[in-house]
């Protein structure tokens, strides 16, 4: 048996189970998990401080001691480790918290940008191309709103391209430029030297790797 304590909890259960109901859906966690296994993790992760003395993983059936409103002990056997389950469980807790836009509102100025005078800049400039528009609409899909709307900036570009922006506070950024037949973007990480990746076509699997690029931002 493992003892995991979380102290200074300063939400009811009733709160956290408010929290824990959309990304419990958007994980799709196996359903015979209880539900109260979710309301432990909702509670942890916006907040608490853990203690544990074992490796342990919260998919295993646990039983809920509701000492008082501040704190909760929890009991319960444990397992190797956590799956893949409950790592995405925890991945859309971490990108609901990040998320800057909503996606209508991303799609309204995309379209705004389709309805750009010509020489919008007042240099000549065409308005956002009807391709490039919908390529981005496309690869929004393909990432899922979640992941894409944490966009920190975006823009259209002169040449009737749109740009797309993920920074965080360490100055790492993604910038993605969507055309008419392809994409390409540029990321620049701390650890490693600025990484290009152009004329990228637009499909599932370089959907997924652009999209793990913005998840590390």
């Known amino acids: 048996m493992a003892k ?9 259960l009733e709160e956290v189970q408010g929290f824990s109901g ?20 909702t509670s942890l992760l916006v907040g608490a401080s853990l203690v544990s003395t074992n490796e342990v993983s919260a998919i295993e059936s646990f039983k809920f001691e509701n000492s008082n409103k501040n704190e909760i002990t929890t009991t319960f056997e444990y397992n190797e480790t956590i799956n893949q ?12 918290s990040k998320r800057k836009i909503s996606k209508n509102s991303l799609l309204k100025s995309i379209l705004s940008f389709k309805s750009l005078t010509e020489s919008w800049d007042g240099y ?14 496309q690869l929004l899909d393909l990432i899922g709103e ?12 002169p040449n009737g391209t749109i740009t797309f922006e993920w920074e965080n506070s360490e100055n790492e950024m993604v910038s993605l430029e969507i055309g008419n037949n392809s994409f390409s973007y540029f990321v620049e ?26 998840q590390a931002i």
């Open 146 to 157: 979640n992941i894409f709307c944490t966009v920190s900036d975006f823009h259209p570009n």
């Open 4 to 12: 995991i304590e979380i102290i200074d909890n300063e939400r009811t």
């Open 85 to 96: 389950g409950l790592v995405k469980y925890i991945n859309n807790i971490n990108v609901i």
């Open 124 to 137: 000549g400039a065409v308005p956002l191309e009807i391709e490039s528009a919908t390529n981005s609409i």
């Open 189 to 214: 990480m701390a650890s490693t030297n600025v990484m290009f990746f152009n004329n990228k076509l637009i499909n599932a699997k370089e959907a997924k790797k652009l999209s793990e690029f913005i």
């Open 22 to 41: 959309y990304v419990f859906e958007q994980s799709k966690l196996n359903p015979t998990i209880a539900s109260k296994n979710n309301v432990f993790l």
